[in-house]
């Protein structure tokens, strides 16, 4: 049974950060691919940042150079590092999977990803 577990979420004020973990589980391959998405009150579910099984990144214009994508792919982890965050970041953060490839273009495509967490809410006040 494959399992993400999101943690890290919290409430923050402006300019703070925040450090999530996505936990993935009960997968027989680590070749996944894998993606944060945010959902903000009253909007649709956005692609905030991913990366591929080939390890090609991609973020959202609105995070670039404030958050950070990385994993761990002994721990099948994927972290997402949030500085200077912002009020407009505000949303519940869902960690997504995919078994395998997909391509770079389609990294923060919703549709590509089977596999989802609960999710981890965020807070940012100003």
């Known amino acids: 049974q494959v399992q993400l577990v999101e943690s890290g979420g919290g409430s923050v004020q402006t300019g703070g950060s925040l450090r999530l973990s996505c936990a993935a589980s009960?997968?027989?391959?680590?070749?996944?691919?894998m993606a944060w998405f945010r959902q903000a009150p009253g909007k649709e579910r956005e692609g905030v940042a991913g990366i591929n099984s080939n390890g090609y990144t991609k973020y959202a214009d609105s995070v670039k150079g404030r958050f950070t994508l990385s994993k761990d792919k002994d721990k099948n982890t994927l972290y997402l590092e949030m500085n200077s965050l912002k009020p407009e970041d505000t949303a519940m953060y869902y960690c997504?999977?995919?078994?395998?490839?997909?391509?770079?273009?389609?990294?923060?495509?919703?549709?590509?990803?089977?596999?989802w967490g609960q999710g981890t809410q965020v807070t940012v006040s100003s």
């Open positions: 009960g997968y027989s391959s680590s070749r996944l691919s």
């Open positions: 997504a999977a995919a078994r395998g490839w997909v391509l770079a273009t389609d990294i923060l495509r919703q549709s590509e990803y089977t596999d």
